[in-house]
Every structure is written in C-alpha cells, then in structure tokens.
C-alpha cells in the first residue's frame, strides 16, 4: 500500500487503474485496510440538498430577472425606437 504527496497528478489510465509519476509513491505507514468495512461518503446529503434547493432557488430568480430584461427591450425596440428615426 502506498500514498501520494497533495499535489501528485494521479491519471486515470482505464477501468480501474491509475498511473502516477515514477518515485512519486511512498510506502503508507498510517494507512490501514479492514475486511469487511463500507467506505463512507464525505458528503453530509442533508446539507447538499439544501445546497441545491438554494442554487435552484438562485437561478430561478435570475430566469426571471433576465426575462423581465428581455421584455423591456423588446418594449422599448417595438415602441422607442422607430419614432428616433
């Protein structure tokens, strides 16, 4: 078992195989392995949810505002502009 360095570029190199650069490995020393266990996500769902819910909530608002910019000109290009001229 070995770790890498934070900035270490890791490539995928197909399915499940990774390349690293040579020398890059160094042999693991607080790592461990344990039959049997589950990897857990790192990800709180609950929080993520919110998170969502607010960046949809954002960019309905935006939707919005831009279509009530998009009607303007369009009222202002069909009534202003033809009486410059």
Known sequence: MVEFAPKVEIQS???TYYTAPA????PAKNSQVRQGM???SNVNPVTSVVEM??????VETMRR???MFSTELDKTAAQDLPRVS
Do not use: D, F, H, Q
């Open 53 to 58: 819910i607010t960046a949809e909530r954002e």
């Open 13 to 15: 190199a197909g399915g």
């Open 65 to 67: 505002v831009l279509t």
């Open 23 to 26: 020398g890059a490995a160094i």
């Open 38 to 40: 589950l990897e857990s």
